[in-house]
């Protein structure tokens, strides 16, 4: 490749960068160099421009990949260094996250275990309790931060529990 010929492709490349058209320089350049040496250089810099594109876009792709991986683990971190149950809710009520706690608890309370996605609202709400619940996480999905206490007849004995919801916004 011939450093001239090599100069104007790389101008034209970088009037596309800026919005202009090449197709001016192209047809000088064609007028000098021939339309074969043109078309093999532009053949050539597509694929160098590609190949540079490809290897930007994963690296970027590796540093966001290593950023959610540190993210991931200081969020499993704030929710396992508690000996509270600790769990997170969307907008439609699906669990997102919780730590061991709460799905151990969860477990006794509900003989289910905690899953990612499942339903937090309960579909009987003949029971008080039920009715509760559903009511506080409603109000917790509209921005109230609050606090309840609740008891539990866990067979052997009576539990209570101060529940807090404290919604991310």
């Not at 100069?7 to 090449?22: G, M, Q």
């Not at 320089?25 to 050539?44: C, L, P, R």
């Not at 876009?57 to 990949?65: G, L, M, W």
């Not at 905690?114 to 009987?124: K, R, V």
């Amino acid at each position: 490749i011939k450093p001239v010929g090599m100069s104007a492709i790389l101008l034209s490349i970088i009037l596309v960068n800026f919005e202009l058209s090449p197709k001016l320089i192209f047809s000088e350049i064609a007028g000098i160099y021939g339309t074969q040496q043109v078309f093999t250089y532009n053949i050539f810099i597509s694929a160098l421009s590609s190949i540079i594109a490809l290897n930007l876009f994963s690296k970027i792709r590796k540093e966001a990949e290593a950023e959610l991986e540190i993210n991931q683990a200081n969020h499993l971190a704030l929710l396992e260094n508690s000996n509270d149950a600790i769990w997170s809710v969307d907008t439609h009520y699906k669990i997102v996250s919780f730590n061991k706690r709460f799905d151990q608890l969860y477990q006794e309370l509900w003989c289910a275990k905690a899953t990612q996605g499942t339903s937090i609202l309960f579909q009987e709400e003949k029971n008080n309790t039920f009715k509760k619940w559903n009511a506080a996480y409603k109000r917790a999905i509209e921005g109230e931060k609050f606090s309840f206490e609740i008891e539990y007849d866990l067979g052997e004995s009576i539990v209570f529990f101060e529940i807090s919801f404290m919604p991310i916004l």
